[in-house]
């Protein structure tokens, strides 16, 4: 590597579904490579694969992905690239859960080496669009994320079920509320993909007859269409950047909690003992008392929960 070569700071997500005897051996084999290589995020095993985002310099990420595939449950990850400030995550975690995404029960999915048992067919952008153009609107986008991530992105006309967390939805899903379309073709989409590979089996085991997901999430529907075809809005994503613009010419859906005007942006809620996140826009986030949320419409922010 050449020393003078300028740092550029790149973000990677990802995920892979495959059958891990041994977790705890991958996360202490993970968190060595990240370490050594100078990188940050975080990074979450299970029984079922692994799901991480990471950033660093480019050269220490295109080894890490160099390096992660060649352990042969990983050697067909995608790999979602995008730019990164240098500053996108504070520190390393390297993690082993039950679950990949926490919906609540590590049981609701079978995973072979082929990936996610009975999931939804994927799509590509392309075949996205196609789909929708052969069937009209007898398609139906449906939400995989939290209905806050919805407030400033999401596929037009799209379901968003009033969900704050993943473990929500398997309750949602079997409440009744969409019977009526289980017939219908359903296109499920999240940020990266991860979720819908559950949701979309979730879907499939309760009836749903024709059950799709976008292969790579809205980041690769983005990339492939920007803001020129079915998507509109920001892309919230789950670094400190938060939000993901697809082009120049991006929508701004979000509303502010106060005036109700136009913004993208999330803010923390400055009061010590809470962790909220505001939809706030420019100018009411420069008022000390607007700064404060109204807990029964923002999301708990935590740790962020991460997924894809």
């Not at 995973?111 to 996205?128: I, M, T, W, Y």
């Not at 700064?291 to 997924?307: G, I, L, P, Q």
Request: proline share 4%; aromatic share 10%; with cysteine.
């Amino acid at each position: 590597m050449n020393k003078h070569a300028p740092s550029i700071p790149k973000v990677i997500l990802y995920y892979g579904f495959t059958p891990l005897e041994d977790p705890a051996a991958i996360q202490l084999w993970q968190k060595q490579l990240c370490e050594s290589l100078g990188l940050k995020g975080r990074i979450i095993i299970s029984k079922h694969g692994i799901n991480g985002t990471v950033g660093g310099d480019m050269a220490a990420v295109k080894k890490y992905v160099k390096m992660t595939r060649q352990y042969a449950g990983f050697k067909d990850i995608t790999f979602k690239w995008s730019n990164g400030t240098g500053k996108d995550f504070p520190h390393l975690q390297v993690r082993v859960r039950q679950e990949l995404v926490g919906f609540g029960n590590p049981d609701v999915i079978k995973v072979d080496e082929s990936g996610v048992v009975n999931g939804g067919k994927h799509l590509r952008p392309a075949q996205v669009d196609a789909l929708v153009k052969e069937r009209g609107d007898d398609v139906i986008f449906f939400d995989g994320r939290n209905a806050y991530e919805a407030k400033i992105g999401k596929f037009k006309n799209a379901i968003v079920p009033d969900v704050q967390t993943s473990h929500e939805f398997i309750a949602e899903i079997q409440s009744g509320k969409y019977d009526d379309i289980k017939d219908k073709p359903i296109v499920t989409y999240c940020t990266g993909g991860i979720r819908c590979e559950i949701l979309s089996a979730i879907m499939v085991d309760n009836g749903f007859k024709e059950v799709y997901q976008i292969d790579g999430g809205i980041v690769k529907y983005g990339e492939k269409f920007g803001d020129d075809s079915l998507w509109e809005g920001s892309l919230y994503i789950f670094d400190d950047r938060m939000v993901h613009d697809f082009s120049e010419n991006t929508k701004i859906i979000g509303e502010c909690v106060h005036c109700n005007g136009p913004t993208k942006l999330f803010r923390n809620c400055t009061s010590e003992t809470c962790h909220q996140l505001i939809l706030l826009c420019d100018s009411c986030a420069e008022l000390p008392s607007t700064t404060t949320c109204n807990h029964s419409v923002n999301r708990k922010r935590r740790d962020r929960e991460f997924v894809g």
